[in-house]
């Protein structure tokens, strides 16, 4: 598995604090929505040439680790 620590990066006057792929413009929710759309990560990295593999699964890495820690909590009706 990729880790998506030496990859992602939080600046926060960039993006509005978002975290982005190695300080790039780019965000982690960029990468997942195209991936949601139906882009590969070949189609990804040949549309951003700036971008590699390793980007895209840093970023699947970075969305399946934060999916570790959250939690659901259900309103009261």
């Known amino acids: 598995m990729t880790d998506w620590r030496s990859i992602i990066t939080l600046e926060p006057g960039k993006r509005g604090g978002k975290p982005c792929i190695r300080g790039l ?3 982690v929710q960029d990468v997942l929505g195209w991936l949601a759309a ?3 990560a070949e189609d990804i990295v040949r549309e951003y040439p700036e971008l590699t593999k390793e980007d895209v ?3 699947l890495a ?3 680790d934060r999916e570790k820690h ?3 909590v259900r309103a009261a009706a």
Do not use: D, P, V
């Open 70 to 72: 959250s939690a659901w």
């Open 38 to 40: 139906g882009m590969s």
């Open 62 to 64: 970075y969305a399946a």
């Open 57 to 59: 699964l840093a970023c």
């Open 25 to 27: 413009r780019i965000s």
